[in-house]
């Protein structure tokens, strides 16, 4: 029997970013397109972890590629990373909405900055929706680490395989599933509600 069911953020209760985000980045920073999108893939990792800033995290990708702004340069592009991540799917907002009312628990696991933590725990209602949230600033952990998932397990107080959870990228979804959790990659609301409902909840 399910009696959680846990959403990734960025990518699944978010739209991802806009396309043209990643121009308008290399553009501030005056660096090439496809370089700057490896290196902030390469140390995408400790800014997530938390050990980080944004401001540093993009000092050091500007640096890396030969580049050596002043301080105003990181720190907008690190605001400008964050807002793009703001916009939520009312869809999938919907469908958590429902899970809570259904009587399940609901949680978040995310890979997440400690600025945009802050800021959508301050500005964004739906932070306070969920019964467990496991952020990776926050526990020194990221996808698809084994640990952040079993982190989750004990907040939620649940057999590994009572949790359902949505993540859109392939390899924590399968990390989530050698702990033992129903995971599924997300497509879209109405593709977890199929999913939803092959495991006999009504949604």
Sequence with gaps: MIHAVVFDYGG????????????????FGEVDIAILDYLMRKHRD???????????????????????????IPEAMARLDLAGWK????????????????????????????????????????????????FSCEVGL??????????LIEALQCKPEEIVFFDDIQVNVESARKQGIKAA??????????FLRSLGLNF
């Design 87 to 134: 916009q939520v799917n009312p869809k999938t907002l919907r469908l958590m909405k429902e899970v809570k009312a259904a009587g399940l628990k609901l949680g978040i696991l995310s890979n997440m900055p400690w600025e945009f933590l802050e800021m959508a725990r301050e500005t964004m209602p739906l932070f306070e929706l969920p019964d467990t949230g496991i």
């Design 185 to 194: 990659v997300w497509k879209r609301p109405k593709k977890a509600r199929f």
């Design 46 to 72: 400790a800014y997530d972890r938390g050990t980080c800033s944004g401001k540093d995290y993009y000092r050091l990708i500007l640096e890396t590629a030969g580049v050596h702004p002043d301080d105003r």
């Design 142 to 151: 990221i996808k698809p680490e084994a640990a952040i998932y079993q982190k």
């Design 12 to 27: 699944v209760i978010s739209f991802p970013p806009p396309d043209i985000l990643l121009d308008m980045l290399a553009s």
